[in-house]
């Protein structure tokens, strides 16, 4: 009765342990991939930062999972990065994004050479943000400064009627040659145009080689 009962308790601990071993491969997996997704963040982030020669850089992978997608598919459904504090000559923009959707990866480049080689985007929706302080806020009122989009991926600064400057966001490599929309609120700009696909010098942006690193 001793054995027979052993071996009964070994047969009710078996799915137990069977599960928890399930469990742990599992949570290993997930780790894996979230250090993996991770690391990646940080190398196009890295990319965008020196591109721009921006203060600072942010990149957010909307995918899970994140291997599956890129080993298997080579490619993810979006990406969002930002870039704050972006200098074109004197003036600093507060801050340009990149809503990127079938955005496609170099899989070699990636899982084997460790470095981040975007070879498209199906689509992306550009933002860049210019923030007035309050007294030049003042200023541009008393002026009437009229702040327009003459050519795809330019702004141009009138007063009184006349063009003070005229700027070329393409400098940044971020932008694309796009037709702007304008939009004003306050002491605040906002740039924005969708482009489908991404220019390759876009890509190149994207791209500059930065190792994947952990």
């Not at 069977?18 to 469990?23: M, S, Y």
């Not at 290993?28 to 721009?52: H, W």
């Not at 203060?55 to 979006?78: K, Y």
Request: glycine fraction near 6%.
């Amino acid at each position: 009765m001793g054995q027979v009962g052993r071996r009964r308790r070994r047969r009710r601990r078996w799915p137990y342990i069977v599960l928890a071993v399930v469990v742990l491969v599992v949570g290993i997996l997930v780790v894996l991939d979230l250090v993996a997704k991770g690391v990646t963040e940080r190398a196009l982030a890295d990319n965008v930062k020196k591109s721009t020669n921006a203060e600072s850089a942010h990149v957010e992978i909307s995918s899970f999972p994140f291997l599956w997608q890129v080993g298997v598919d080579g490619r993810l459904a979006r990406i969002d990065l930002s870039a704050d504090q972006v200098p074109i000559g004197p003036v600093r923009f507060e801050r340009i994004s990149l809503d990127a959707r079938q955005v496609h990866f170099d899989r070699h480049q990636l899982l084997s050479e460790r470095t981040v080689d975007i070879t498209a985007v199906g689509q992306a929706t550009m933002t860049v943000v210019a923030q007035l302080s309050s007294l030049q806020g003042t200023i541009a009122g008393d002026l009437g400064v009229d702040v327009t989009s003459p050519a795809p991926g330019q702004v141009a600064i009138s007063a009184l009627g006349r063009t003070v400057t005229t700027i070329d966001l393409t400098r940044i490599p971020l932008v694309p040659k796009c037709p702007l929309t304008v939009t004003h609120s306050g002491s605040t700009y906002t740039f924005s145009c969708t482009v489908a696909p991404v220019p390759p010098s876009v890509l190149a942006a994207l791209s500059k080689a930065s190792a994947v690193r952990s």
